[in-house]
């Protein structure tokens, strides 16, 4: 299969692109009814188009369902994670419902394999399994999840980078490396050392565009915040992750760090994504289709600066999740693939 050429896309070429082509189009739904005078008439002021963020949660639940279905057709199953150093690929791609990794039955080796090998040994699995013609199914599923979740942010004003970069940061004091290598434990497993639970979990605290972060001080002591990491001390400085392939190598090198990639299989991931959509849907639900006005959620009278880092904190978790994706299937630079899907 030809690969994609890098192009060092930006998120905010993607917000720009999705932000022009909301503002050419019309709206596809009829306009929400409204009470007026003890009945229910149509408001709707000429030359405007709404944009309920509701309507794009749901569009973003129906883009991950058609990945999972793509799953479904043409990924493998997966072995257990603890066998996976042992496991052989196919020598042929077959139907994901026809066959699953080829796990030998032995113990583990004692000396496991390096972290960077295990990457790799998850690509050639994917590969093997999998046809050209799913992979580039697969590949364009995930690019639509993805332009979801740009265009989420637009309707609803949230910087969309920033929201990834912060969350990235909260979850390195979330899942310390020296506490959770190799293993698959929830972050409140830790929470007695880290002191992290579910009720103080904000990233209004968290300057991802300033010059140094406290991860990045403890770690990357002297490292260059003008030129995109070169080495696994990667950083979550924002001056640095402008594109999408930046942050693509930020979250490989967070879950390279922690040995995490022996259970980031495809299906793995997608089950995961389905789970955090389900957290950001519970966030909009019982709220009714509000129009989102100049300024978004943040100038919205419903919703409040800690519900709002809510928000984008969900939303960081599925693009963190589908970018990880990419990633785990040979997607170099999703960014590229986003804005072709994005600009036809």
Request: hydrophobic residues 30%.
């Amino acid at each position: 299969m030809t690969k994609l050429p890098v192009q060092q896309i930006t998120f905010e070429q993607l917000s720009t692109l999705a932000l022009e082509k909301h503002q050419n189009q019309t709206p596809h739904s009829p306009p929400i009814p409204r009470r007026n005078n003890d009945s229910f008439a149509i408001s709707m002021p000429a030359k405007r188009h709404y944009v309920s963020a509701r309507s794009q949660v749901l569009q973003l639940g129906a883009d991950v369902g058609a990945l999972c279905s793509q799953m479904l057709s043409h990924s493998p199953l997966d072995p257990h994670p603890d066998t996976l150093e042992a496991a052989t690929p196919p020598t042929h791609g077959t139907a994901a419902d026809q066959s699953s990794y080829n796990v030998i039955s032995q113990p583990a080796p004692q000396d496991r394999c390096a972290e960077d090998e295990v990457e790799g040994q998850m690509a050639r699995l994917w590969s093997c399994s999998t046809s050209a013609t799913g992979q580039e199914c697969v590949y364009e599923g995930i690019a639509r999840v993805f332009w979801r979740l740009v265009v989420l942010c637009n309707v609803c004003r949230i910087d969309l980078r920033s929201c990834i970069l912060k969350k990235i940061e909260l979850n390195g004091r979330k899942y310390p490396v020296h506490l959770c290598k190799g293993k698959r434990g929830k972050y409140t497993v830790y929470s007695s050392q880290t002191g992290i639970t579910k009720t103080n979990q904000s990233t209004l605290d968290i300057d991802v565009d300033s010059k140094t972060t406290p991860q990045q001080n403890s770690e990357t002591k002297g490292n260059s915040t003008q030129t995109p990491p070169q080495n696994p001390k990667a950083t979550t400085n924002g001056n640095s992750n402008t594109t999408v392939s930046d942050v693509q190598q930020l979250i490989r090198v967070f879950a390279t760090e922690r040995q995490w990639s022996k259970y980031h299989t495809p299906r793995n991931i997608v089950l995961a994504m389905m789970g955090e959509v389900g957290e950001l849907a519970e966030l909009f639900q019982w709220r009714g289709d509000h129009v989102m006005e100049e300024g978004g959620l943040i100038r919205s009278e419903d919703w409040t600066v800690e519900q709002v880092d809510g928000v984008g904190q969900e939303v960081a978790d599925v693009a963190i999740y589908c970018v990880r994706l990419a990633d785990v299937v040979g997607i170099e630079d999703l960014g590229y693939l986003v804005y072709r899907l994005g600009d036809k």
